[in-house]
């Protein structure tokens, strides 16, 4: 059985997103988390769909959105998602600091 599993540094973004949403727009946000929700679904049951990033660590993965990117690696039995974080940042330097897979 294909499954997803949310690391802890994905979690702390997935929370600070919550937060900015709760203060901006909350109805914006559920629709985010939802799609999150459906994109993850996809991803666990077709791993391969996303982009490689493995210019940036081996492995690594993504998949856009609403103006994020889900970051993740294939696991044997589905996908372990890394990072939620704008695709406007700077990936490179936040993978040089994390100590996360």
């Known amino acids: ?5 949310i690391a802890p540094s994905a979690s702390r973004d997935l929370n ?5 949403f709760l203060v901006q727009n909350m109805e914006a946000g559920e629709k985010l988390f939802r799609e999150f929700n459906n994109k993850c679904q996809n991803l666990a049951k077709f791993p391969n769909i996303g ?3 493995a210019h940036i660590r081996p492995l690594l993965r993504g998949l856009p959105l609403d103006g994020y990117i889900i970051l993740y690696r294939v696991l044997d039995d589905g996908v372990k998602i890394l ?3 704008s695709g406007r940042q700077d990936l490179e ?7 996360d897979e």
């Not at 059985?1 to 599993?5: C, E, F, K």
């Not at 600070?16 to 900015?20: E, L």
């Not at 330097?93 to 100590?99: G, H, K, Q, R, T």
Request: glycine share 0%; aromatic share 18%.
């Open 16 to 20: 600070a997103i919550a937060d900015y």
């Open 83 to 85: 990072r939620v974080v």
């Open 93 to 99: 330097s936040l993978f040089a600091e994390s100590d």
């Open 51 to 53: 982009r490689s990033y």
């Open 1 to 5: 059985m294909s499954r997803y599993i």
